[in-house]
């Protein structure tokens, strides 16, 4: 009963900026981690960005300074603000979370549905 809905994505042309959004819904107790991964064709699903309940972030080398990871708590969204965007940043990207299930107690890693980013001139 965990869901992840994802928004944002698009067809960009190089330098421009895309924001994707996370939104989490469902029987969430906690929800500790938020991220962006991304996967693009002939290559493995890579991290993007985290960021945890606190606020701590983490980055792919390729995309600090560029990219951007916040979060709502109270929305229980996350987002990812994207700029600078280059042709290599073309893939899925999937939003996941990490957290705990309300009453149950049990940890959940849940994804949403991917989002199609394309970069080009």
């Known amino acids: 009963q965990v869901q992840l809905v994802e928004s944002g994505g698009g067809l960009v042309q190089p330098g421009g900026s895309l924001r994707l959004s996370c939104a989490a819904s469902g029987s969430i107790s906690r929800l500790n981690r938020m991220g962006w991964y991304r996967q693009a064709p002939g290559k493995e699903r890579e991290l993007v960005a985290t960021?945890?309940?606190?606020?701590?972030?983490s980055y792919a080398d390729s995309v600090k300074g560029r990219f951007t990871i916040s979060r709502d708590n109270a929305k229980m969204t996350a987002y990812l603000q994207m700029n600078s965007l280059k042709p290599e940043d073309t893939a899925v990207y999937y939003c996941?979370?990490?957290?705990?299930?309300?009453?149950?107690?049990?940890?959940?890693?849940?994804w949403g549905q991917g989002t199609q980013v394309t970069v080009s001139s």
């Open positions: 996941n979370a990490l957290g705990v299930v309300l009453y149950i107690g049990a940890d959940f890693d849940s």
């Open positions: 960021i945890t309940s606190a606020g701590s972030t």
